[in-house]
């Protein structure tokens, strides 16, 4: 039986760390939302009816933009399911008010979070200077169930508001200050952590970081019921152990009272890695994405900049493998989900075109001298174990960053950020920047290691104890086996004997591996466990 090499297209690249094996996913739809002013989406989230909420702010009072009370306001808007503007929301005072999260309750409704520094309009109870400022409205944002106000007399920013099991909410952001809802200020700007009930009425606080600057970006709640926290401290002291020079992600678990940390890690090298976003995962660890100017420590394959840069962990905070990805210049990661086969997608920006980045759309430059610095947005696909199986530049001649990413009902998926370009793939901005939604077609790529194409390479049994089976629909003397485990690293290598081989797996410890079979033309790879 001759093989179907090009649907074997996939699994070549699964073994291959820098190989884009994949067309990425067409543009769907996109929209450009806002006024003549500045706005910009930093969260979005599918709801009940199909449909979307994104968070974000803005400046303007036209276009589709109404309601401003002055300044930056939190900026809600609810699409339908093919993006089309339903309804919009202005919400804050005289100052400025930025909304960073948002979800939807059980009940249908919506709990948005933020920063502001008003305190008047619609918000009250202001302690001063910047409070993290969270609402509860009805689905159409026709009502505000309440509104609390959180923080000291310095600044204080809410980052991120998740649900919990228990119907409350807990958020993740950093404070300077020590005193009102800030229970003691370790040296300059803290991780700040704060959980509430339903009713938005505090039941625990706390303040995690050392004497440098200390941000929490990003929360998750844990299988256990406890919660870990992402972001970036730039010291060694406090309850910061273990940093490798200037900011590294920093990385804690903490019990569901706050009361204990289990682990703590800072991850990165000796310059500036800022970690983004954090979601749990399937298996029980974590993924997190930012982005890393180092390499060394825990970063390797940098590309000469400041990369995005992907660390999986296990349950633990350890380790499981690591990719810096992008080109020369400026590559950065803000979000990032597992997608439904197992895989991860992260977005960003960047303003390289080479490395890992392919279709850069390049800023005009009209006027003559030097190009204005200019993003795109920048979606990477990665398998289980962290290949990179497709990536797309997403933008126009002027400046675009991805802010938030969710897959969507249908598998494809839609990133929300800003966008001020009104050519290449964005269309209908209204003047400086807008909300800019894209949507994108499932991919249909395979995302794990397992080969699912009637292809005639079987391995058995799996789980496999002392040893494993390999057999073939036919036989080259070139072809030969390779185990990896799940960090790429070659654990046997072995000849194959003919159509049946056999090969020793006493000596493995348990866990997932994967057997590559290479040689003539083929290059394929499948999972097994050993126990």
């Keep these: 039986m001759k093989l179907n090499y090009k649907k074997m297209l996939p699994f070549i690249g699964i073994l291959c760390s820098n190989a884009i094996i994949a067309q990425a996913p067409a543009i769907e739809w996109q929209k450009s939302l806002g006024g003549t002013g500045d706005e910009s989406a930093s969260s979005i989230i599918q709801t009940s009816d199909g449909g979307f909420m994104i968070a974000g702010s803005s400046n303007s009072n036209n276009g589709n933009v109404t309601g401003n009370h002055g300044s930056f306001d939190y900026w809600l808007l609810k699409l339908s399911s093919t993006g089309n503007l339903q309804w919009q929301k202005s919400l804050g005072g005289t100052g400025n008010d930025y909304a960073s999260s948002a979800i939807q309750t059980g009940d249908g409704d919506y709990v948005v979070a933020g920063t502001t520094d008003s305190n008047n309009g619609d918000v009250s109870g202001n302690h001063g200077l910047t409070d993290g400022w969270i609402l509860k409205l009805n689905s159409d944002a026709g009502v505000i169930y309440w509104k609390k106000t959180f923080g000291g007399t310095n600044y204080d920013v809410i980052n991120e508001i998740i649900p919990t099991t228990d119907g409350g909410y807990i958020f993740a952001g950093n404070s300077s200050s020590n005193n009102g809802d800030v229970p003691g200020n370790n040296g300059y700007v803290d991780y700040w952590i704060v959980k509430v009930n339903a009713d938005g009425n505090v039941q625990w606080k706390k303040n995690l970081g050392g004497t ?20 970036y401290a730039e010291n060694n002291n406090g309850d910061v152990t273990g940093n490798h020079g200037g900011k590294d992600y920093w990385i804690l678990k903490l ?81 990032i989900i597992q997608t439904t086969d197992g895989g991860y997608l992260a977005v960003g920006h960047t303003t390289s ?37 497709w990536q797309k530049c997403l933008g126009g001649s002027g400046s675009e960053s991805a802010n938030s990413v969710i897959q969507t009902a249908d598998g494809g998926y839609v990133i929300a950020g800003s966008s001020n370009s009104n050519n290449g793939d964005v ?14 077609a499932p991919d249909n790529i395979l995302a794990t290691s397992e080969v699912t194409e009637d ?68 290059n394929i790879s499948k999972k097994f466990i050993k126990e």
């Design 427 to 440: 269309t209908g901005n209204h003047g400086s920047d807008d909300v800019w939604i894209v949507k994108l």
């Design 212 to 231: 440098g600057d200390d941000r929490a970006t990003s929360i998750t709640q844990t299988n256990d019921g406890g919660y870990v926290v992402a972001g």
């Design 455 to 522: 292809i005639k390479f079987n391995i058995f049994p799996n789980p496999a104890k002392e040893s494993l089976n390999v057999r073939l629909d036919y036989f080259t003397p070139t072809m030969k086996i390779t185990i990896t485990d799940v960090l790429g690293r070659t654990i046997h290598t072995q000849k194959l004997d003919g159509l049946t081989t056999k090969i020793n797996t006493s000596n493995l410890e348990k866990g997932i591996y994967f057997l590559n079979l290479t040689g003539g033309k083929e």
């Design 353 to 389: 075109n080479d490395g890992q980045v392919v279709g850069y759309h390049s800023p005009s430059n009209t006027g003559g001298g030097e190009a204005p610095l200019s993003y795109d947005y920048w979606a990477v696909k990665l398998s289980a174990t962290g290949n990179l199986l």
């Design 255 to 335: 019990n569901t009272d706050g009361g204990v940390i289990y682990w703590k890690k800072s991850l990165g090298g000796s310059h500036q890695d800022l970690a983004r976003s954090i979601v749990k995962t399937s298996d029980g660890g974590y993924i997190v994405a930012g982005h890393a100017f180092s390499n060394d420590g825990d970063v390797t394959g940098n590309h000469d900049g400041t990369d995005a840069w992907i660390v999986k962990l296990n349950s633990d905070g350890n380790i499981q493998w690591q990719k810096a990805l992008g080109g020369t210049k400026v590559d950065e990661a803000y979000s």
